[in-house]
Nanobody, 122 residues
Framework: QAQLVESGGGLVQPGGSLRLSCGTS????????MAWYRQAPGKLRELVAS???????NYVDSVKGRFTISRDNAKNTVDLQMNSLKAEDTAVYFC????????????????WGQGTQVIVSS
């Protein structure tokens, strides 16, 4: 299975922005949908956003209008631009690849990486 490497997390104040990036192999990136998940302390991992190879995107309701998922075909990365961050966005963010089964259901095919920590706090 291809390695997934997340980066870009950090500490940000409420209302601030962060941009996460996830890199994987060219073979995986060119053939699979990509997704970002997050897991907050004491909660289950949840799907945040997904992006097909054709550029179609889906978002969980809580981030619509604030987060944008995008693919960089030159770098084989999928980015998550996060604006207007809230305390409830605090979580470890993970990426994965797989298949979009429906707007809110993504079937992952890769192993989970270490993720990148996002803390939204004043």
């Amino acid at each position: 299975q291809a390695q997934l490497v997340e980066s870009g997390g950090g500490l940000v104040q409420p209302g601030g922005s962060l941009r996460l990036s996830c890199g994987t192999s060219r073979a995986i990136f060119s053939s699979a949908a990509m997704a970002w998940y997050r897991q907050a302390p004491g909660k289950l991992r949840e799907l945040v956003a997904s992006c097909t190879t054709g550029g179609g995107t889906n978002y969980v309701d809580s981030v619509k209008g604030r987060f944008t998922i995008s693919r960089d075909n030159a770098k084989n990365t999928v980015d998550l631009q996060m604006n207007s961050l809230k305390a409830e966005d605090t979580a470890v963010y993970f990426c994965n690849y797989g298949v979009v089964l429906s707007p809110k259901v993504f079937h992952t095919l890769g192993s989970w990486g270490q993720g990148t920590q996002v803390i939204v706090s004043s």
